[in-house]
Nanobody, 125 residues
Framework: QVQLVESGGASVQAGGSLRLSCAAA????????MGWFRQAPGKVRRAVAS????????YYGDPVKGRFTISRDNTKNTLYLQMNSLKPEDTAMYYC??????????????????WGQGTQVTVSS
């Protein structure tokens, strides 16, 4: 049974930093493309970043390029998202997602098979 558990969400001031973590279990972590997505109230869920099996390829949504960094530790079955220079518009529920196997659409929500419950990030101005 696949389990994805996010942590690290918090309330921070604009300009601050946070590091999200996603602990994965129930499958071979290195067999999955991993991604971070976010959803603000009343808005659709959108991709933040994704990373390939071994971490050699990363992909970012335009709003976070240059500010966020996705990484993974396959020895710890954990996905990370380092978020710097946070802005109020980054406020959202952040979700970890896993896709078994390759995808040519790493930032497409529908490409992912499994989802965590989310962790809330709130950025105040």
């Amino acid at each position: 049974q696949v389990q994805l558990v996010e942590s690290g969400g918090a309330s921070v001031q604009a300009g601050g930093s946070l590091r999200l973590s996603c602990a994965a279990a129930g499958y071979t972590f290195s067999d999955a493309f991993m991604g971070w997505f976010r959803q603000a109230p009343g808005k659709v869920r959108r991709a933040v970043a994704s990373i390939s099996f071994g971490g050699g390829a990363t992909y970012y949504g335009d709003p976070v390029k240059g500010r966020f960094t996705i990484s993974r530790d396959n020895t710890k079955n954990t996905l990370y998202l380092q978020m710097n220079s946070l802005k109020p518009e980054d406020t959202a529920m952040y979700y970890c997602a896993a896709r078994m196997g390759w995808t040519s659409l790493p930032l497409r929500t529908s490409a992912y098979n499994y989802w965590g419950q989310g962790t809330q990030v709130t950025v105040s101005s």
